[in-house]
């Protein structure tokens, strides 16, 4: 059971570089987010997507974008990443929308922006 | 504005039990959840409260109370694996989670 997979797990990027981070689930959720976390403070939602076809921002969107062409994929594009973006992303996933309900994660991307 | 605070850490020792605590402001309350995040790992979900009172589940329980905006997370007999950070987390007015900072728990032999 995959649940949740992010990619890549961890990568080193130039200033000024696009990235894109992926998350696939596998277990028909309908709404996914994604979140970055960064030490003494707690995650912060970045983007969420309550169904296919929507998305929303979260407390953090500037820097990032996001789309739900279907229910299992959930990318994460850095459009031109800049240092303040160095940080550990994660996507979940949750049945219902609107955070309602348990959240599950992926196992996280690790970011570095030079 | 709004905002969750729990300590940054705690110690306690194998066997024993430990309270983590969490108050909390926010606009509006539609829960209150706990994850449990090892060192380099996903959060996994621990427990969710709606009503005040006591919910218990094997050796974790959690608490709620709505009128004090608060919450603590009780582990008993603790074990070496039960080392992680616990994160407190509140659905807030437009049901988008609020996370506290975590509380990092060290166990002792």
């Known amino acids: 059971i995959a649940g949740i997979t992010q990619a890549p797990t961890s990568q080193i990027l130039a200033a000024g570089r696009r990235m894109t981070l992926r998350c696939t689930q596998d277990m028909r959720h309908n709404a996914m987010y994604w979140y970055r976390q960064d030490l003494g403070l707690g995650l912060r939602l970045i983007h969420y997507?309550?169904?296919?076809?929507?998305?929303g921002k979260g407390e953090v969107p500037d820097g990032y974008s996001v789309s739900r062409a279907n229910t299992d994929d959930f990318p994460l594009t850095l459009a031109s990443a800049v240092p303040s973006q160095t940080s550990v992303y994660f996507c979940a996933s949750s049945d219902g929308g609107d955070h309602t309900g348990e959240l599950f994660f992926g196992e996280g991307s690790r970011l570095t922006v030079l | 504005g709004q905002n969750i605070d729990q300590p940054t850490e705690m110690t306690a020792t194998e066997g024993a039990i430990v309270q983590i605590n969490c108050t909390y402001q926010?606009?509006?309350?539609?829960?209150l959840f706990w994850y449990q995040q090892h060192a380099g790992e996903a959060p996994t979900f621990l427990s969710y409260?709606?009503l005040d009172g006591l919910e218990e589940k094997g050796r974790f329980s959690s608490f709620l109370s709505r009128s004090k905006g608060y919450s603590y997370l009780l582990l008993k007999e603790l074990q070496m694996k039960d080392s992680a950070s616990y994160l407190c987390?509140?659905?807030?007015?437009?049901?988008?989670?609020?996370w506290g900072a975590g509380t990092k728990l060290i166990i002792k032999p």
């Open positions: 409260n709606v």
């Open positions: 926010t606009s509006g309350f539609n829960g």
């Open positions: 987390a509140v659905s807030s007015s437009n049901y988008q989670l609020i």
């Open positions: 997507s309550n169904t296919a076809g929507t998305t």
